[in-house]
């Protein structure tokens, strides 16, 4: 599991197309039934280790 911290996100684009799982979305175009994960997404960004 990888987590985006919004902090840090230029909100590029980059990964959109790059996850097999179609996973991801900028924060405007999350459906709504995922909307639960946004918050989530940014908790569990403070808590992890930056990847390298
Ligand atoms: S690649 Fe994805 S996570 Fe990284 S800055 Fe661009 S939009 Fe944000």
Redesign the pocket.
């Known amino acids: 599991m990888v987590y985006?911290d919004p902090e840090e996100?230029?909100?590029?684009?980059?990964?959109?197309p790059e996850c097999p799982t179609e996973a991801?979305f900028h924060e405007e175009e999350v459906p709504e039934e995922w909307h639960r994960f946004i918050e989530l997404n940014a908790s569990k960004a403070r808590e992890c280790p930056p990847a390298e």
């Open positions: 985006i996100c230029i909100d590029c684009g980059a990964c959109v991801i």
